[in-house]
């Protein structure tokens, strides 16, 4: 079985696509819905506990019936059977991509279910209260110190399962920044606080020196001895992690075919697993999975991230939209658009295609967007009147967790309002200026999920990681590989030495240079 590598401008789909913007860019929404009493129903999805309208996009039956017949021609099937099935999909760096392994109950890789029960059994005795400090006292605080994939999933999740939290509290520290460093230490007791540093690669800049900072800092209080009783890792590099002083029983590992940005399902989540709960963690994992079996087995059309995907790349590469907003109208999910951001750009931010080709149409999509209902606040005046054409993602739950009534009539009402006000705009009443025109006509996707539970936001997260995919697909470009973050860290290297050594002689251009200069 074989990766597809298909360029999508030359499939007969393309050619159709673009005949078809031609003759629609013009239609308006509005005569959409005016003309099809049945248009919600049409184009929506109704899956487990979610429940997915996309109605409110600029596409006819037409467009989507194209869409899909471009999905078939780039061999989306193809290649979501190869990427289950273990095949070295990526490709440049000749590994499988198994993130979804780590979250298949019903057929789970030894060494997945293994793991799994050594943070089972981390997790109870930190919680429980049996896994002692050094001085014999129980564990209060976790500090979790990685960068990137080893810390945005783990974070958001965290953040965003807060209501189910247990006593302990959880600290991120992700940035080489001293200051964050410190102002994350502050307060903290050495005696009931464990560290877990997590780092795929144990070479990572920011991550290394985070590590090596703190464990200064535990040493001012406790020993060498103790630091089996304080620290624990999560990584693939087993050497460096005992090069660093972290006994054996204390290292979790990691395998090279689940990426960065995929890894918070394996013991990356570690973090996870102590502030809610494996019980929790596993309804996470069980949740994306549900997603995965979604993902493989739902005919396109009625497939939530084949149909997102599709509809990105319809305003990517024809209306070229130059970017896309997601809104959650949960405060609990404040940190999933950074989150996001790494997953898509990081996977999708490639110029090159899968034959090693230049690529001469759109590819990765920016991703931005904040809570709701603050961002109404703040960039909404842009995605209502501005010249730009932004498909935005509303997420919301039908239920909210502390059943305050009255605020939650306010939250949904709000977000469905302004699907509505996107829509329709101020069309069919009376404008006294121009100002105060709203066209509408634009284009949003409702991501209606009955309860942020463990469950539903493994499955919410699951959704965007093959949307990702799918799109990657038909871009022809390689979603798992990120060499594109490599330049910059090495030339890093090079710069530190002449901050360091206050020498310039080996930087080619003036303007680096005077900045160096300038920090002396
Ligand atoms: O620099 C990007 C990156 O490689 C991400 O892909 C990854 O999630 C992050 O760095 C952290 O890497 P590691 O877990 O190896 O420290």
């Keep these: 079985m074989s990766f597809p590598k298909i360029n999508p401008t030359k499939t007969k789909a393309w050619d159709q696509l673009t005949a078809h913007f031609s003759e629609t860019k013009s239609d308006k929404m509005q ?125 958001m999740v965290c953040e965003a399962l807060r209501y189910y939290h247990n006593h302990l509290e959880v600290r991120f520290v992700s940035n080489v920044d001293g200051d964050h460093t410190m102002e994350s230490l502050k307060g903290l007791n050495p005696e009931t606080t464990l560290f877990i540093i997590v780092s795929k690669t144990f070479t990572t800049q920011e991550t290394l020196t985070n590590a090596n900072t703190i464990r200064e800092w535990f040493l001012q209080s406790g020993t060498s001895e103790d630091i089996a009783k304080h620290f624990v890792a999560v990584s693939t590099n087993l050497e460096a992690v005992s090069n660093f002083g972290i006994a054996p029983e204390n290292i979790f590992p990691m395998w090279d075919w689940v990426g960065g ?42 497939n939530i991230p084949v149909m997102l995907a599709l509809l990105s790349v319809w305003y990517n590469n024809f209306y070229e939209a130059e970017s896309e907003c997601i809104v959650p109208y949960s405060q609990y999910l404040n940190k999933l658009v950074a989150y996001l951001q790494q997953g898509i750009m990081e996977s999708n931010g490639k110029g090159v295609d899968r034959n090693g080709d230049p690529i001469n149409y759109q590819t990765g999509t920016i991703v931005w967007g904040s809570t709701g209902t603050n961002a109404q606040h703040a960039f909404f005046q842009l995605i209502h009147q501005g010249t730009k054409i932004i498909p935005t993602d509303f997420i919301g739950f039908a239920k909210s967790l502390h059943g305050n009534e009255d605020h939650q009539n306010k939250l949904m009402a709000n977000m469905i309002a302004q699907t509505e006000a996107l829509l329709q705009g101020t069309l069919g009443t009376t404008v006294e200026t121009a100002f105060k025109v709203f066209t509408g006509n634009r284009p949003t996707n409702t991501i209606l999920i009955e309860e942020l539970t463990p469950k539903s936001l493994g499955s919410l997260i699951a959704m965007y990681e093959h949307k990702l995919f799918v799109q990657g697909v038909v871009w022809n470009i390689f979603s798992y590989d990120q060499w594109g973050v490599e330049l910059g860290k090495k030339l890093a290297k090079g710069t530190l030495q002449a901050i360091e050594k206050e020498d310039i002689s080996h930087i080619s251009n003036t303007s680096t240079q005077n900045l160096i200069k300038r920090l002396s």
């Design 31 to 155: 005569d959409y819905f005016a003309n099809d009493p049945n248009r919600a129903d049409r184009f929506s999805i109704h899956w487990n506990d979610f429940y997915v309208d996309y109605s409110k996009n600029r596409i006819s039956e037409t467009t989507q019936s194209l869409l899909l017949q471009l999905a078939e021609e780039v061999k989306l099937k193809e290649a979501i059977s190869a990427q289950f099935s273990g095949v070295h999909i990526n490709e440049t760096e000749d590994r499988a991509v198994g993130h979804t392994a780590l979250r298949d109950f019903t057929n789970m890789k030894p060494e997945v279910s293994e793991t799994l029960q050594k943070i089972k059994g981390f997790t109870q005795s930190v919680i429980g209260g049996t896994w002692k400090g050094y001085t014999g006292k129980s564990i209060e605080t976790i500090v979790n110190i990685g960068i990137g994939g080893s810390d945005l999933g783990p974070d």
């Design 261 to 302: 940005r995929f890894s918070l399902w394996s013991a990356v989540g570690l973090s996870i697993a102590c502030a809610v709960g494996y019980e929790n963690f596993e309804n996470l994992l069980r949740g994306a999975h549900e997603t995965d079996v979604h993902f493989k087995s739902a005919a396109f059309e009625e």
